[in-house]
């Protein structure tokens, strides 16, 4: 009854995300009532295990105590408050803590991934105009790579669907062959499948270095291509490229950062630091919108400067909000106490274990998995597939949404052994319930 009644004034009055609102005429929406550690309830009493985190960003459960509390205590202090000119307690611990994580520093603050996507690409144009190379104005980004959808971001973005509409409006940029795993050729290596992809990049660079600004990557998993992996050693190469041909690596951690690949950040498990670092999802703990970039002290030094123009004048109006920021620390003070990336390496053993039947499903395509990412093809040419398995995954308590063929799952950080039994039980009678005349 309630959700009947929250549902049609929503689709009155809401226009959704990455949505054919039409499409709402035969698939209901699913109002929330509340959200409980991995669980999500609607009004009518039904449960969802909310196995994509919100969108990528949920780590630690909804409504986490932790985070609630420290909220709390924030919301007694300070709410907000403009950060030219001004600074607070939550802004400055959060920039310590993050530069100390990265190796980088001097964060930058954005609301949304996009924007840090923005950021970064202005930040590195500027610094080859401030150094005297003004010509370095192109970017690079690997094929089928997913930066965010406001215009500059979106002219990074290589996905079809999302881009081609806005084509017009978009300032070029090249991209490179992607080393996801799934493309290499038959019998291929991962590793060798990277070490030619990089061959690719250095023909690129080698011709047009004079021109390009940076190069713009999401590290190990290029998560809106349906989560392709790629091999570590690409991002080596990559890195000393860049450093060959004086091209700034930005590397996107929006999705892949905060322990999703196993490691704090991606980049770790190349042993390699980027010029600049995009962080936003996970950050809050899936809380508040928030995102940062952090980078170099060369970088840094190249604005600092008696002339105003050359100072980075970028803003948003809510850059550096303290409740933000305070969502953010509680979410590092959660890492820290529960040695979370450790005990991820058990849920995940546990799961890829669970998942086993998964893997062998005679649908199943690359099943693959890192971190806490888990992700296959599903075998089967019905073009209704991703939507089909989403609706009958709802209708089984999982919330789940494939991305064309691709199933993955990316579920907040807090699963117990019964949530890895329903999330993998639950996946493997999706598999079974597709029928054999819709493949
Ligand atoms: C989600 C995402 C973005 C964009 O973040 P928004 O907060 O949705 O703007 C950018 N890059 C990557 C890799 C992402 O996954």
Redesign the pocket.
Known sequence: MRNQDLLNRSLAAVWHPCTQMKQHESLPLIPIARGQGAWLEDFDGNRYLDAVSS??VNLFGHSNPRINAALKDQLERLEHVILAGFTHQPVVELSERLARLTGLGHAFYGS??????EIALKMSFHFWRNTGKPLKTNFISLQN??????VG?LSVTDVALFKDTYAPLLRQSVQVPSPDARLAAPGESDAAFAQRCAESLEQYLAQHHEETAALIL?PLI???AGMGMYHPSYLQQARSLCDRYNVHLIA?????GFGRTGTMFACEQAGIRPDFI?L??GITGGYL?L?AVLTTDTVYAAFYDDRVARGFLHSHSYTGNALACRAALATLDIFEEDNVLEKNRETAAQLTTALEPVRMHPLVRNFRHKGMIWAFEVDTHDPQFAVKFYQSALTLGLLLRPIGNTVYLMPPYILGEEEISILANTTLALLNGIKPSST
């Open positions: 969108w990528w949304d991934g996009a924007s840090a996507t790579s997913y930066h965010g959808e406001t971001a999401e290029q998560g809106a996107d951690e929006i999705a892949v995009c936003s999802k919108p995102s």
